[in-house]
């Protein structure tokens, strides 16, 4: 009788945020994954059939089919059904200000940082061959300061973001920052603690797949793949 | 011995989406609680203080002081804590389809439709003391087709949206589609099998408080309330 193994595609590019975040989830977990290339801004119908919203990630499964869909969704899935190295833990409290950061930086940090970094610096580029409004990227610069700020204060209070243990606020954490860190979105001088956290997130080796891979023509500063301080 | 309740108190305003749908899971799941006003767009220090993003719903309960932040992160709190009704239900494989769909209503219904309204229909009269813009109106009530179409095809497959029994996934989609139906942005012609599952989700007593509600000078069109078909 054949041995199946269940294998894990992953529809993504380089630089989508989510799909880092579940990329980073899959590492920890011991969770093994293939890459599919997927550009959400080129409308191809093979990703709209799995996600009718059109985004990354999806995941697919190629035993069963099995098609997931969402970031978040995604990573509660295999949080459910993959008992090993658990990211989001502890109490329900515990686990709602896990939750909670994650929306932070899904969805405020992605809105006022790498959204707008992704738009002026990536898709302009690669799609609509404009240059990047230096206006808008001055003002997400600005804005990433705040939540280093934050993150600096967090861990002057805290081992990893929401407390004691690593969890998958650290992992979508990492994750919006680092496609923010490979558009020259982010000055990480006065920014220590912050700084000190994401080289030791860096440092993971679900991390190393990630700080390896580039996307077509953009090229990150000489900083963003360095793990040393 | 005093015998203490614990009561909820809910941070929101009458037209917020989010804490439309925390406010159905809590009456779904008979969970008392009362409504304090926040305004995010006048910047109250008590809601910063709560909520670094400074947005809506923000929950408090009132004897301990715990305070949970972002509506899913509260609903996933209320569905870990509090087993009657469950709202986030099945395999894995079903909880992720019903977070797909919180997904889908949370962030790209949003986005196309029911926040250019609130912004057009409520912050600019509320706040900017600007008239709406016309196209943009157009344009969001012409992509709430598209999601009225979805709708139509979902519950032509399914009795409730994410499958056999409603689940959170329906409450995310009536609160986001009741705030936008509040303000005159969806045509409900050609939509039967849409509008039948929204007259059954207004018809639920947890939905009647939200009916009842209404947004200082903003009115609602006539049918904004009604339960008979």
């Known amino acids: 009788m054949a041995f199946e193994i269940a294998m894990w595609h992953i529809f993504q590019f380089p630089l989508c945020p989510f ?4 990329r980073l989830l899959m590492g920890e977990k011991g969770i093994a994954y293939e890459l599919q290339t997927a550009r959400p801004w080129e409308g191809e119908d093979r990703l709209f059939e799995m996600n009718p919203a059109g985004r990354t990630p999806v995941v697919r499964e190629t035993e069963r089919g099995t ?3 969402d970031s978040r969704a995604i990573c509660e899935y295999f949080e459910e059904t993959v008992d090993r190295n ?29 959204g707008p970094l992704l738009h002026e610096r990536m898709k302009k580029r690669l799609v609509l061959r ?14 990433a300061h705040d939540y280093l700020d934050y993150i600096d204060y967090l861990i002057d209070n805290r081992p990893w973001l929401a407390g004691a243990t690593m969890t998958l606020a650290d992992l ?22 912050a700084r000190g956290w994401y080289l030791v997130m860096k ?18 500063p000489s900083h963003y793949a360095e793990v040393d301080a």
Chains 1, 2 share one sequence.
């Open 19 to 22: 799909s880092r975040k579940v």
């Open 67 to 69: 098609v997931i869909v």
């Open 86 to 114: 658990p990211q989001i833990s502890g109490t329900a409290v515990q686990r709602a200000e896990i939750r909670r950061l994650i929306a932070m930086f899904d969805e405020n940090f992605y809105h006022d940082v790498s």
């Open 130 to 143: 404009q240059s990047p409004d230096a206006k808008i990227l001055r003002e997400s610069m600005k804005l």
């Open 172 to 193: 979508a954490a990492a994750a919006q920052i680092s496609v923010a860190d490979y558009l020259g979105g982010l000055d990480w001088s006065s920014h220590e603690q």
């Open 203 to 220: 440092s993971r080796p679900s991390f190393r797949p990630l700080l390896s891979e580039r996307m077509e023509v953009i090229q990150p």
